[in-house]
């Protein structure tokens, strides 16, 4: 139980084009997912919480306009990166917690490697 | 934000050995979690161990904490070549916006 995916795994782009990322929780419903951003040998750095039927909270540094998420049920959100640009070429990671759980514990999906030419 | 860091950020063990990573944080935590990543790959929840536990056991793996120090530690035991992997401590605190605070992660490499 508490699968995550994430579609694409991975996607190559061209500068200037917009790109968006799939996360759904498959076996469970999600009131809370977690956007994070990490680069290699790195440590994950969490982008933004997004709750169901609601705006996201973005963290300290992270555009919201560049990074747009959506979470439209409690088993998918989106992120989309728009105007992608080079230095947005990452391993962005998304996780979900279980709805009513009293536990923090997040499931992770697989992550998607974008790469921005 | 990187609650703390972990040590060694970087360990090379031979099949059979046990590996000790190490874990501190800053703040006061609610609990504190370890997840394990293989190489290009999301991360897998190892085990929870709250706040007024001191120590946890699952399978090959023991965990304690000592809230005192602001320490914890992940102990495999009798390491294999599959556990080759980067893992990583994460804080959640009291609070209720339930994200977690991560470390810097330790790079494992068990040669068979």
């Known amino acids: 139980g508490a699968v995550v995916s994430q579609h694409p795994s991975w996607v190559i782009c061209k500068s200037g084009t917009s790109v968006k990322i799939e996360c759904r929780s498959l076996d469970f419903q999600a009131t809370t997912m977690f956007w994070y951003r990490q680069f290699p040998k790195q440590s994950l750095m969490l982008m933004a919480t997004s709750n169901e039927g609601s705006k996201a909270t973005y963290e300290q540094g992270v555009e919201k306009d560049k990074f747009l998420i959506n979470h439209a049920s409690l088993t998918l959100s989106t992120l989309t990166v728009t105007s992608a640009h080079p230095e947005d070429s990452s391993f962005y990671i998304c996780?979900?917690?279980?709805?009513?759980?009293?536990?923090?514990?997040?499931?992770f999906g697989p992550g998607t490697r974008l790469t921005v030419l | 934000s990187q609650q703390g860091e972990e040590d060694p950020q970087a360990l090379s063990i031979q099949e059979g050995e046990n590996a000790t990573m190490n874990c501190s944080y800053k703040?006061?935590?609610?609990?504190l979690q370890w997840y394990r990543q293989n190489s290009g790959r999301g991360l897998v929840h190892l085990i929870l161990i709250r706040s007024n536990e001191r120590e946890k056991h699952s399978g090959r793996l023991r965990v304690t904490l000592d809230t005192s120090k602001k320490s914890s530690s992940l102990l495999i035991t009798a390491s294999r070549a599959a556990d080759t992997a980067s893992y990583f401590c994460?804080?959640?605190?009291?609070?209720?916006?339930?994200?977690?605070?991560w470390g810097l992660g330790t790079s494992l490499a068990v040669n068979p």
């Open positions: 996780s979900a917690r279980v709805f009513g759980s009293l536990e923090d514990e997040q499931f």
């Open positions: 703040t006061s935590i609610n609990n």
């Open positions: 994460a804080t959640a605190g009291a609070g209720n916006n339930r994200k977690l605070i």
